[in-house]
Nanobody, 131 residues
Framework: QVQLAESGGDSVQVGGSLRLSCALT????????MAWFRQIPGKERQAVAS?????????ADSVKGRFSISKIKDGAVTTLSLEMNNLKPDDMATYYC???????????????????????WGNGTLVTLAS
């Protein structure tokens, strides 16, 4: 059974940094992609960064140069991380990690800005910004 659990959300100052983590267990696929999405109330969930099983990475223009996605596997747990620097008010959102077996889907979501539903989602972690 696939499980995704985000952590690390917090209230930070504008210009500050934060690291989000997502623990993945039960991934049944050798070919897959993972992504970080974010959502604010009333708006569609939007992908900001993706990584696939080969290590290919894609960023949305809005976070390029400020956010860094990575993943590491340790035993049965794969940890997906999102390092966020120079945070801006527009970065305030609930952040979700996602997993999909359709290899290119995560990258497409990031590149197009269109919402693509993923096969598995975490429950989200909230990032708030204080000026």
């Amino acid at each position: 059974q696939v499980q995704l659990a985000e952590s690390g959300g917090d209230s930070v100052q504008v210009g500050g940094s934060l690291r989000l983590s997502c623990a993945l267990t039960g991934n049944p696929w050798l070919s897959y992609c993972m992504a970080w999405f974010r959502q604010i109330p009333g708006k569609e969930r939007q992908a900001v960064a993706s990584i696939d099983n080969t290590g290919g990475i894609t960023y949305a223009d809005s976070v390029k140069g400020r956010f860094s996605i990575s993943k590491i596997k340790d035993g049965a747990v794969t940890t997906l991380s999102l390092e966020m620097n120079n945070l801006k008010p527009d970065d305030m959102a609930t952040y979700y990690c996602a997993l999909d077996s359709r290899f290119a889907r995560c990258k497409l979501a990031v590149m197009t800005g269109i919402f693509y539903d993923m096969k598995h989602w975490g429950n989200g972690t909230l990032v708030t910004l204080a000026s």
